[in-house]
């Protein structure tokens, strides 16, 4: 049985009074109902206050911290980067790579990703691949030969022993912070498209090991529906996981769904 995953991603919202107040509410909420959650948690804040939340998270250490973002080198002139390496190094375990965000306005593409999810795995972080679709290419119809290639292009160089390593995240991107999320059915058509064709390249054994989360305005109503279908993993949470209770209650309905 896979593991539901639940990770917040803060994107670039809270300054350090809200960080701050919100990493302590989910700590509080989180120990409350810890004996209860079995899901692993994840909380990506902005870089800078990675090391205040890591402080923050001492007494919940199953409250694990992510980044949004890292550099493909380890170090040296990239003016304002930041590496794997030094987020490893403040105590975060996750960094979200291609989300449509970065492909969109920073022109993040196939190559380049294929460099960040390297870096993270050799600082020993666990990558959350981001992938999905616009609009305009569902409504052509195209969904599933666009997240064909994102995923080939960026991951299917990695060996069988690496694959594993990575988590991949399904965000269509006409679902991300607009309310429209996608059905349970949809979800479900889409993740399984991807353990099908994980399973062609390295096997359906390793296929079934990988996790799988949906992203796109998933939130406490919505959450356990969608974490009901079997090959939805949990979810990667934006505007939700700004409220600690509905966080908790996101992960609490992924709990509920490990069988
Ligand atoms: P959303 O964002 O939950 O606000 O739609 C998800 C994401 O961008 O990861």
Redesign the pocket.
Known sequence: MRTKIVAG?W?MNPNRETAVALVKSIADLYAASAKDIRSTIVICPPFLYLSECKDLLKSTPLLHLGAQNCHTETKGAYTGEISAEMLASVGAEYIIIG???RRLYFGEDAQFLNGKVKACLSAGLTPIF?CGESLKEREAKNHFEVVESQIKEALFGMSPVDFPKIIL?Y?PVW????GLTATPEQAQEMHHFIRNLIGQQYGTDLAEKVAILY?????AANANELFSQPDVDGG??????LKAADFLAIINAATQNMK
Do not use: D
Request: hydrophobic content about 25%.
């Open positions: 991603n994107k989300h449509s965000e981001c995240a965000e679902a991300i912070g607009t992203g796109g305005s998933c939130n990667l949470i934006g505007g939700a996981s």
